[in-house]
Structures are given as C-alpha cells and as structure tokens.
C-alpha cells in the first residue's frame, strides 16, 4: 500500500530522510495557523520509527511509513507534518517524529544540579504535580468541546475588553471539554513585544473567568496576541502542538 505526497504552498520547508531524500513539509507553526482548531487527520509517522505500515512517495523516491502512535516517547518530538493524497481523510497528514540529544539534556540537568540543587529552568524543571491556576472554574458552553482526543481544539478570539479602571477583562480563557492537555495562556502586546498576562496550567473543561493585565495601560487599542500553550495531561513537563492569534486589546471604561 502506498500514498502519494500532496504538494501544497504551505509546505515551505524540506526535511532530510536517512537516505538523503528531501520531503517538503509543514511547520508546527504553520499548521497551527491552518488549523487553529484541529481537524486534520494523521495516518503516519516518519522519522525516529522503523516499523512498515505503508509507503510514501514524492516523484521518484519513496520512504516507509510507520503506524501513527498518539503519544510521543519522551526522547521524540514533532518537526512538522507532510500532506499527502487520500481518497479517505480530505486532510491528512504524516507527522515527521526527530529524536531529541538526551546525553545533552543529561548532562545540562546535572550541571544544573550541581550548581544549584535544585530543578530550575521551565522546559526542564518536572513537578510532581502540575501547577494548576487557582483561578479556574468548571466550565463549559454548547459547541465548546473536542469530541475528537487525536486533536487539541482552541478557541478563537478578536476583541478583548480592559477596564481602564482595574486593567481587568471578564473574557473567558477556556479549555475545552475533551482536549488531550493542560492549556497555558500569555497575552503579548505585540508593538512592544511585552507580556502583559500568564495563567498557570488550565485543566481541560475549565476557564479562567477574566484575568488582569500585569500594568496600567492608557485608554486605546493595542494590537496583541494571545498564545496557548499545551501540554501533555499523562507529563504535564511535554509540551505539544498549541498556537497562536491576532486580537485587539481595547482598554476604556466600563
């Protein structure tokens, strides 16, 4: 059995198999930009794994592909994700898995260790227990759940309201009911490229029922981002795919 790469403009970079072939791929980036969420469909992986599901192939090369196991092994990670033809998935894809250097993060772990004592450093430092926002209610509305766990589902926003007078907004930072991950929000005002917000690790089917922004700012309106990070509910210390979004931030009285 055998699929056929799906060239597309969005694949604008190029990975290099084993045997020196070249597969253009999509970014993690790039796929959270196409589908802020989810809704596309993995068949495969590539990359790290040896076992045989099926064959891809691009002109004249091919590679084989393996089974698509959901959870990444702690030393893997995902570069990006190749589109290919199917007659039964309108959007699917195969995930490129890479090794990460262990050695490497061995020997920063001790040094830091050492030096220190103590675990520190976000990406490195693994909690005993996820370090959940006190803030977070259970929540959920009607068409706000992922019924589909290979998926991570976000929500959209455009317009987020501040009060001039507390700098707090009533806008709620949900995770969906459903979602594989905790969820992890920072607000950035992008002309100053400053953050102006943090949550701690949100739970899937809860919210944050408004936040505050971490300074005064005047009336107006500032172009901003929202970014949600993900990770892993089995190793809240992985991270996984999550995105990103363009919103306004008014400030003004309420």
Not at 25 to 43: A, E, F, K, L, T
Not at 158 to 173: A, C, E, F
Request: contains cysteine; proline residues 5%; charged residues 25%.
């Amino acid at each position: 059995m055998f699929y056929k790469l799906k060239e597309t403009s969005n694949s604008k970079d190029s990975w290099v198999d084993v045997n020196h072939q070249s597969w253009p791929y999509i970014s993690n980036d790039q796929m959270d930009h196409i589908y802020p969420n989810g809704g596309y469909r993995i068949i495969g992986d590539v990359g790290s794994r040896k076992e045989s599901q099926f064959t891809l192939q691009y002109h004249d090369q091919c590679i084989d592909v393996a089974p698509y196991i959901p959870k990444l092994r702690s030393n893997e990670y995902c570069l990006g994700y190749i589109a290919v033809e199917s007659n039964d998935f309108s959007d699917a894809y195969i995930r490129i898995i890479k090794r990460s250097n262990k050695k490497f993060l061995f020997l920063l772990l001790m040094l830091l260790l050492i030096g220190t004592g103590l675990f520190v450093g976000r990406d490195i430092w693994k909690q005993d227990e996820p370090s959940l926002d006190d803030s977070a209610i259970s929540y959920h509305i009607e068409g706000l759940e992922n019924k589909d766990p290979k998926n991570i589902s976000i929500p959209l926003f455009g317009t987020i309201h501040v009060d001039s007078k507390t700098m707090k907004s009533t806008i709620n930072l949900a995770n969906p009911k459903g979602n594989p991950c905790y969820f992890g929000y920072r607000i950035i005002l992008k002309e100053r490229n400053e953050e102006i917000y943090r949550s701690k690790l949100i739970e899937p089917g809860t919210a944050i029922p408004g936040f505050k922004v971490n300074r005064k700012l005047e009336k107006g309106s500032y172009p901003s981002l929202i970014i949600v990070e993900t990770y892993s509910l089995q190793d809240h210390s992985v991270k996984m795919n999550g995105g990103e979004m363009d919103v306004t931030l008014v400030v003004e009285e309420e």
